[in-house]
């Protein structure tokens, strides 16, 4: 039998197990080792931490209530990891040139380094991320609690305390931790092997038990079949009505934003790459981790349903379950699953906001608060207390956000409001990478409306339970104005409120950011930082230069760097410049490539804006002002655009001359094909002709003739008549096919109808050749888009071309017809000859006859090429196919109307 006492303590040697996974990690970084801490793996299972105990017990409780839905939350990240080459490896690339730290950075860093949109960035993160906080400590309080209520014995030295002060304790111990674990170097850029390594480990142990938790249930239940049917019996479906309906597509879109804009999964993904081909790795593995944390949710929560007590929290089934069934090893397992699922997210997430608090809301104080004069270790240690005082507040902001909504039953729904603050961020990131007219003014007003909408519709109605105004406020709108109702704004009732909620952010957030773009005008440096962006790939590995020479010496760019950097690092920058020129450091002689790389160096540590603005302050040339600078950059990068521009053009024209070529090609191949044609026509034409002259002037001359003779003759030359006759009547009928002017109406036409007529109409031929017709399958009636009569002359040239060029001792037609996968197929072989593969190529060509055969080659050759443009007509298609007899089999497909 568990107790809480056990488990915690158990919570609590597994943390020191974490912790020295990560002391280890961060010295073996130290030292330069390259080992597996570097490996693809490692980075894809640190991805993991976008499984929280949302997913480790949310997502239980989610299919419980609401079916299918749970898997949105998976579906989400899979669509972004397969579809990697196009938004993370832009985003990779970007923070490996930039030095980008987070999120805010990033679009600090995009919109001309603006540090009031990183200011914005920074406090919506960490308001929005407060629920989802607050998530994880119900969870994890909700898990102890579990256990403690399992028995008289369970509670232990719990007994009397509730679950906000075991909420208090757990954040409290989460902070210190974090503290510990997060905060013990400056430069966000220096990599967290060491956490890496331990969320990595993390992302094992939570795999490993929801699979043992599921692997049992599966098995006492006696099998997936089972465990579905038994659900049924008692009343347990899956609420499949409601798949894809507007909530379910929300909750996806949602997730989508989420993999890319949540503060640790930038971290992790992004700033903590460190080598971009690991995405190639992570878009198939992360993809399928997700796949075996979900593979056992449904079976877990109708099983829960079906065994466990009425009112039982399905959040807590996979905990539950295998303590009602006494196995206490494995719901002690589960329990550290939940909790690894937690912990990972809590610490890395509070560094990554602590990280953005400091870098852009406390640094930018100290640059303008601070003497320059100052330490230069004055300003690493102010970052560090500066972070941790960050990781506490937001995890104070967690617990107060449980302590105010922790009657609530459901963990799915607190992350969905996080989901849908941070989602804010989507449209403005995008917007970064892929819109070089996208404006600064545009982007932080955009964020700002979606931010306020998101507050008021969804942060605000998560109170409504313990608060009476606000249930009043939801009720009537504010001074009882209806259509500013939280969940009903502007008259749009009966949506889902998450629904609700993330449309009116979304759609207003990117309505403004669009026409605001459109609008406004960009700065200088807005358009420099747009370029590098947008043509990330085009500049290769070169970073943006911001800065030139200016009047800044060696040494007044090391005190800065020494301010941050701290003393060996500065050092160990210069030294490697100095040495790089040839020079000794004391005559370094500061370069814009130079200054560029500390103004990133920098970045790494306090931000790309207040990077920026402390080398502005330090880099000012006497003789070249900061307006020059900018006009100068302003007009070398409209001469790089309008190179770009020339280069397109010049593209084009090229293209426009290879197309012109081709065409001339095309025409000379058609001129070639016309000669070819008129002299095929002159030849069939001269042939009956010359024999119609011939007999003519037999019958002209008074010779001995007898009347036997003269009917011959004259029925030679009626005979050739109508050859002649068929012949021009093929040519016409052909070419107006050809140019689209003997066109007819198609209509639903009884395709097999058609066959048989035709096999009537030729019965009198296959008797006179005495050439048997075999039937394979035959089809029904089947409808199709087409003219009958036609479609019957289609049928009646193939088989009276198969009994004509037969010339096998017993000659055989086959016929097959068949409907498969909405076409109507007819084949029709012969056992004669066949057709060579010299001729394949040919068959279908004007006045292309086969080789081989009896001697009654009577045609003009145009009978295929008729009856291919007639089923073209028909949107058919009719080939020469490899079929069972010997001989040729020809294929006509049709589409079968619906």
């Known amino acids: 039998m568990l107790s809480a006492d056990f488990v915690i303590a158990t919570a609590v040697a597994y943390v020191g197990l974490l912790f020295v996974l990560a002391y280890f990690g961060d010295r073996r970084a130290r030292e330069r080792k390259k080992s597996f801490l570097h490996s693809p793996a490692v980075y894809t299972l640190s991805i993991s931490v976008y499984c929280t105990s949302w997913t480790f017990y949310g997502a239980v409780g989610n299919a419980a209530r609401s079916g299918l839905e749970f898997l949105t939350i998976y579906l989400g990240p899979t669509i972004v990891f397969v579809g990697w080459y ?160 507007d909530r379910w597509l929300t909750t996806l879109g949602l997730s989508i934003a989420a993999i890319v804009c949540l503060p640790r999964q930038f971290q992790v993904t992004v700033v903590e790459n460190s080598d971009e081909n690991h995405l190639r790795v992570a878009g198939w593995a992360f993809p399928a981790y997700m796949m075996l944390m979900s593979i056992f949710i449904l079976p877990i929560a109708l099983y829960g349903l079906t065994t466990m007590p009425a009112g039982a929290n399905p959040d807590m089934f996979a905990l539950t379950l295998p303590m009602a069934a006494g196995q206490s090893g494995l719901a002690l397992f589960a ?44 300003v690493s240690h102010l970052l560090l207390v500066a972070r941790r005082f960050s990781i506490v507040l937001i995890l104070s902001l967690g617990f107060f956000y449980f302590f105010f909504t922790r009657d609530s039953d459901a963990l799915a729904p607190i992350g969905l409001i ?23 003014k545009a982007a932080t007003a955009a964020i700002a409306a979606g931010f306020v909408i998101w507050v008021w519709s969804s942060f605000l109605p998560s109170f409504e339970s313990v608060s009476p105004q606000v249930a009043e406020l939801l009720r009537d709108g504010p001074w009882g104005i209806s259509w500013l109702r939280p969940e009903a704004l502007f008259g749009l009732d009966g949506f889902d409120p998450l629904t609700h909620a993330a449309f009116w952010s979304l759609s207003l957030n990117t309505f403004i950011l669009i026409v605001g773009s459109l609008l406004t005008s960009q700065s200088t440096l807005e358009r ?98 900061l307006e020059e600078v900018m006009q100068m950059a302003d007009e070398t990068q409209q001469v790089i655009e309008y ?84 012949l021009l009547d093929e040519i016409l009928d052909l070419n107006a096919l050809e140019r689209g002017e003997r066109t007819w109406e198609n209509v639903p036409t009884d395709a097999e109808g058609a066959l048989e007529r035709a096999l009537s109409v030729c019965d009198a031929l296959l008797r006179q050749r005495g050439m048997r017709v075999a039937f394979g399958s035959r089809a029904r009636a089947t409808m199709v888009d087409g003219d009958s009569d036609r479609l019957c002359q289609v049928f009646i040239n193939i088989i009276s071309n198969a009994v004509k060029y037969n010339d096998a001792e017993q000659p055989l037609l086959r016929v097959n017809s068949f409907v498969r996968a909405g076409f109507y197929v007819a084949e029709i072989a012969d056992n004669g000859p066949g057709i060579g593969k010299a001729e394949r190529s040919l068959i279908f060509e004007k006045f292309s006859r086969g080789q081989h055969g009896s001697a009654d080659q009577s045609g003009a050759g145009l009978g295929l090429a008729i009856s291919r443009q007639i089923v073209t007509r028909m949107n058919g298609s009719l080939d020469l196919i490899a079929g069972p007899l010997p001989g040729a089999c020809f294929r006509v497909r049709l589409a079968v109307l619906r």
């Open 643 to 726: 190179s770009q521009q020339l280069e397109k053009t010049s593209a084009e024209l090229r293209s426009t001359a290879q197309q012109l070529e081709d065409a001339n090609a095309q025409l000379r191949v058609l001129d070639g094909q016309k000669d070819d044609f008129l002299s095929q026509v002159s030849h069939e034409v001269r042939t009956p002709m010359t024999s119609i002259r011939s007999f003519s002037e037999i019958l002209l001359d008074p010779g001995e003739l007898d009347e036997q003779q003269r009917r011959r003759f004259v029925s030679t030359i009626h005979q050739e008549s109508l050859r002649l006759t068929r």
């Open 335 to 378: 329990f550290i699953g939940g909790f690894s699922s937690a912990t990972s997210m809590i610490i890395l997430e509070s560094i990554a906001l602590s990280i953005m608090v400091s870098n852009h809301i406390v640094m930018p104080i100290v640059l303008r608060l601070t003497p320059s004069g100052r330490d230069g270790q004055g």
């Open 528 to 625: 420099i930082q747009a370029n590098v962006f947008v043509d990330v790939f085009r500049r290769g590995n070169l970073a943006p230069r911001n800065f030139m020479r200016g009047a800044a010496t060696a040494n007044d760019l090391y005190f800065v760097a020494e301010r941050v950097l701290g003393e060996r690092r500065a050092a160990a920058l210069f030294e490697t410049a100095a040495r790089e020129s040839g020079v000794e450091p004391a005559m370094l002689d500061p370069s814009p490539e130079f200054i560029g790389r500390l103004e990133r160096e920098l970045a790494g540590s306090i931000g790309a804006a207040s990077a920026h603005v402390m080398l502005s302050k330090v880099v000012s040339g006497v003789e070249v002002s």
């Open 86 to 245: 196009f938004v993370l490896r832009r985003l990779v690339r970007i923070s490996h040139l930039q030095r980008i730290t987070s999120v805010a950075d990033l679009l600090s860093s995009r919109f001309g380094k603006s540090s009031r949109l990183a200011v914005l960035v920074t406090c919506i993160a960490v308001i929005g991320i407060a629920p989802y906080i607050a998530l994880q400590l119900k969870a994890v309080t909700s898990s102890i609690q579990a256990v403690a209520g399992a028995s008289e014995f369970g509670q232990g030295s719990l007994a009397g305390i509730d679950d906000v002060g075991l909420a208090l304790g757990v954040a409290a111990a989460m902070a210190l931790f974090t503290i510990l674990f997060g905060t013990r170097h400056v430069d966000a850029k220096e990599q967290h092997h060491g956490v890496v390594a331990a969320i990595a480990f993390e992302a094992v142990v939570k795999l490993a038990a929801l699979l043992a938790v599921g692997i049992f249930v599966v098995f006492i239940g006696g099998g997936f079949e089972a465990i579905f049917r038994n659900a049924a019996e008692q009343g347990f479906t899956l609420d499949a009505e409601n798949t894809f309906d």
């Open 418 to 440: 996080s989901f849908t603050a941070i989602a804010q961020f989507f449209p403005a990131v995008l917007a970064a990478l892929f819109w070089r007219d996208a404006s600064l």
